[in-house]
Structure formats: C-alpha cells, structure tokens
C-alpha cells in the first residue's frame, strides 16, 4: 500500500436497488444464489473482507428489507459489523449511489469511496487495492479492461438495424467496471450538482464525474470481474463459485 493510501479513511457504497429485469425471474438477481450464497453476500463479503475498507454504505429497494435482513445472516460477524443500516435506493443507478453517498455523509464523511455493483460478486482483494491506491493518487478512478471486440458507434435506424457513424481504435478502447474510486466530497458534489442541473440516468460515477468537470483515469480492471447482467452470467457465476468454500 503507498503512504498515501494508507492514510485514507476508505468506505464502499454497494447499489443493490436494481430490479434486474435483463435476468428476469421473480427474485432481483443480487438476492439469487450463486454457489450456495446470494450474490449480495458474496459481494459483501468480499469487499468487507479488504482491511482496506473500514465502512460499506449498502443501498437497496424500500421493499427488499428482508431479502437483505437474510444476506447479513449469512455474513460472518466480523464482516457484518462494517455494515451500515442500509439506505433505500431510487428509480436509476444515479440515484441510488446519490442515496448511498448522502447515508455515509449522515454517518461521517469518509477522505475515499468505492461506489461497487451488487451485481459484481468476483471483486477481489488485488483488484479493491488498485482501486484505493488510483482513487487517492488520483481522486477519480476506474477500473477498466481492453476490448476484444471491435466497437461501432451506432444511430439506431429501426429496431435491431444501425447506421455506423464511426469505429474508434480499439486499443484506445477500454470496458468500464467497479469498483470505482473517488475522493468522497468532489463525487459527493458532482452528484449533488446532477441532481440540481436534473441530470441523470448515468451509468456510472465515472461518467457524472467527468460531466462535473472531475479528470477521471483508468486504472486496470479484471476480465474475471464481470457483472451478472443477463441469465446466462448467473448461471456462470454459480458454477464458478460452485465447489468453493465460503472462505475462498
Ligand atoms: N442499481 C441500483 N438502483 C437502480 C438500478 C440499479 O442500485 N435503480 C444497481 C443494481 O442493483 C446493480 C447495479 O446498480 O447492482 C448495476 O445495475 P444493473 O446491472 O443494470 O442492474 P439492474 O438495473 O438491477 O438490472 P437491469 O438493468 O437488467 O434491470
Ligand atoms: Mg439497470
């Protein structure tokens, strides 16, 4: 750890507000179970388990008290005392980070904040220290990976036809993750300034924060981070976590 991030006070936002209507089913997928565990749990588990995060603010629906009451049941102890009482979410994304950002301002202003998907259960300890080490050089950070594919900008013509405007070079291409990293007070800011100009339905922090005028640097994600988004990635993601011991 450098001695700049060491010194970092560091707490985790977690949006689980989501409905995940691309995987469907009755239960929002952060609440299925993956490997034996909600998808929630893993990933509280695994960001409450860096002793680099001292506090995690979780967001979720109004009506999903005990569907989360259930994952802090299966945390250990030691990680459930870094749980915040959990705050509820709004209509999009944005609103759900803003309402997570407002819950750790209530309870204490942290110097850095990870903003994490619910939704990305494989975030691990290598990847959340590269996030708090780019977060404090740099006060907006995010984890992105290259592209394997080539990329098309796109005007939608009718559904499923496109008219192609451009192709960037891919090698200046990267695929945007979380966790993102941010001086608390200036993403705090930037999201209060959204909501004042009536912006929203930014995908992400990294996003908002470049519209507020922050400069945001890309630091290197994880191709294993990926964000259970359709039917086919929880399927993968419980084989995955199959066989492994909560521990793991
Ligand atoms: N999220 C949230 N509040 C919202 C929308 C999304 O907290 N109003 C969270 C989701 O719970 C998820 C993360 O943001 O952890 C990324 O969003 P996404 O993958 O789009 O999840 P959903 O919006 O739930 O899924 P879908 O778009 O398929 O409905
Ligand atoms: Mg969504």
Redesign the pocket.
Known sequence: MSDSAARQEVAAV??????????GGDL???YRRVGGRAVLTRTLAALADSPRIGRIQP???PDAADFFSECVAELEPAHREKLAEPVP?????Q???AAGLEGLARIGAPDLVLVH????PFVDEALIARAVAAGAEHGAAVPGVAVSDTIKLVEELSPGIGRVHETPAREALRAVQ?PQSFRFGPLRDAHRRAVAEGRDGF?DDGALAEWAGLSVVVFEGDARNR???QAADLIEADRAFSGQTFAD
């Open positions: 977690v949006v689980a507000a989501g409905k995940g209507l691309r995987v929002p997928k952060q967001v979720i629906a979410g709004g209509a999009t994304r609103q759900s980070v998907d619910a939704a990305r979380t995908t964000k259970i988004t």
